[in-house]
């Protein structure tokens, strides 16, 4: 079957098996001997494998290769390639319905939330295709004669390494910027959600973009270092855990190759004694258990001034009850399965172990019994503990799903102190009336984007990335378009040569 032009509808309405394989010069791979079973997590059935071909990155990286020195995406002027950008842009956003769907299938999204997002990430292309149009260099004058150009070229081959959660919409933050840069790009989705990343890169040709330009490579870790580390690679751009990160990382900028990285998160959501409790009710819930809470960004630590703790608590736990646990493809749905049975065992590993250091669950803590179809889904319910202690594993590393816990402070020294006490840095936010608060304390928190009085306001303009074990340079923004390009300085004298000798 030829996934690459049928949807997940007509998958679903065939009775033959569906196969997802690496994507290379234009075209699906033919298919491997071993494959991968792809599974919904809402049901626990298998509903497509993924096929996996050893040969599949050595093809893709020949194939990016003849790409680059072609230069048939490099050589275009900035402008060329901006056509094209924004005509995947309109494809993603065409058929945001099914590339929804297919992250839906690898995460649990709810499908409303999925299908927003791919109208969303379309916006990307259009951005990066401004800036290729716009991105000029600059011309320094260093004499009276003598002029230097400042010129940002393409890196060559970059290596995107996406995570679960969002393979096609993070990916996209990768992608646009790299392309609009005149990189050619090999993407290396999760071999557990490969399907979205493998149809943006057939949208990819049918907007135009030369053979060889996108390619995708289904495969563990171990085909993502392969490749990350081959001598014709320049650039590693990644999405995942620190632990992983550093462990690539370290090797990448030891063969002395570019690394930008998106890593773990721990965030604190900190809402002072003067807020507007209401909205910060609103914004907490949301923060913490959209896409059941696995998002890098997720408040999972909440930290309360103790004199409007309590009336946070009980109106948090009747916003938290209001939320819909179910299946993702129905409209009403707020909250999804997480992606396996592996991750939910993770997830219920942390909860059980809090509660047996001495955390309390006042919401949550369990699986909840799910009718129907549902019921061998990878279900857990949004779940907040409090009674926690800085030293416990819960409130230190990253849960990364629908798990909160909650701190109480006294002073705006001590929320400051107990928010910067993670070793992460990706983001944070506060809730205040107090507009020298709010400057005062955006300053003193060491994440690299803080949010006052909302919380995940994320756009395509405003650059992304972490402080401490965080991450490395960042994503969005201008800022990321620099990430994807090297630096040449043309220096050219125009008069004639004076002999330092002549004396």
């Not at 919904?40 to 093809?59: K, V």
């Not at 779940?383 to 990364?400: N, Q, W």
């Not at 994503?475 to 620099?482: I, R, T």
Request: hydrophobic share 45%; glycine share 10%; aromatic share 6%.
């Amino acid at each position: 079957m030829d996934t690459r032009t049928t949807t997940h509808t007509e998958q679903a309405a065939s009775a033959m098996p569906v196969f997802y394989a690496s994507f290379v010069d234009g075209n699906s791979l033919s298919a491997a001997a071993t494959s991968l079973p792809l599974v919904d997590p809402a049901t626990g059935r298998i509903w497509a494998h993924a096929q996996l071909d050893p040969a599949a990155a050595d093809a893709a990286m020949a194939s990016a290769v003849v790409a680059r020195d072609s230069g048939r995406w490099a050589d275009l002027t900035g402008a060329e390639r901006a056509v094209m950008l924004r005509r995947l842009g309109d494809l993603v956003a065409a058929h945001a319905e099914e590339l929804g769907s297919l992250e839906s299938l690898a995460n649990g999204k709810p499908h409303r939330a999925t299908f927003g997002e791919m109208r969303a990430t379309s916006r990307w292309y259009h951005y990066y295709a401004s800036l290729a149009e716009t991105h000029d260099g600059l011309v320094r004058e260093i004499g009276r004669s003598v002029e230097a150009r400042i010129e940002r070229e393409p890196l060559g081959i970059v290596v995107a390494i996406t995570p679960f959660n969002g393979a096609l919409s993070l990916g996209s933050w990768k992608l646009a910027p790299a392309l609009a840069a005149g990189n050619v790009v090999i993407l290396k989705p999760p071999a557990e959600a490969p399907a979205s990343s493998i149809r943006l890169a057939a949208l990819a040709i049918e907007a135009g973009f030369p053979k060889g330009v996108v390619n995708v490579v289904i495969g563990d870790a171990a085909i993502g270092e392969a490749l990350a580390l081959h001598h014709e690679t320049a650039m590693v751009t990644f999405t995942g855990s620190t632990a992983a990160a550093r462990q690539l990382g370290g090797k990448v900028v030891g063969a002395m190759k570019q690394f930008v990285c998106e890593a773990g998160g721990k965030s604190a959501h900190i809402v002072f004694e003067d807020a507007d409790i209401g909205s910060a009710v609103v914004a907490a819930t949301q923060g913490a258990f959209s896409a059941t809470g696995q998002t890098c960004v997720a408040g999972s630590r909440l930290l309360l001034h103790a004199s409007i703790a309590d009336e946070f608590l009980e109106r948090y736990k009747a916003s938290i009850g209001r939320l819909r646990i179910g299946d993702p493809k129905v409209a009403d749905t707020h909250v999804g399965p997480v992606a396996s049975a592996q991750h939910l065992a993770r997830i219920a590993g942390f909860v059980s172990g809090a509660v047996a250091e001495g955390g309390r669950v006042l919401v949550g803590g369990k699986s909840p019994e799910m009718p129907g179809d549902l019921a061998n889904g990878c279900w857990y319910a949004p779940t907040v503990i409090v009674d926690v202690t800085p030293d416990m594993r819960v409130v230190r590393e990253e849960v990364f799903g629908p798990v909160v816990t909650v701190q109480t402070f006294k002073t705006e020294e001590e929320a400051v102190a107990l928010a910067n006490s993670s070793e992460f840095g990706l983001a944070a936010g506060f809730w205040t009336t107090d507009m020298r608060r709010a400057r005062r304390v955006s300053r003193k928190l060491k994440a690299g984007t803080v949010w006052v009085n909302t919380y995940r306001a994320i756009d395509v303009k405003i650059p992304f990335g972490g402080y401490k074990q965080s991450g490395l340079g960042r994503e969005n923004g201008p800022e990321a378009l620099d990430e994807f390009t090297q630096i040449k300085s043309v220096v050219t004298d125009y008069a004639a040569a004076l002999d330092p000798f002549a004396y």
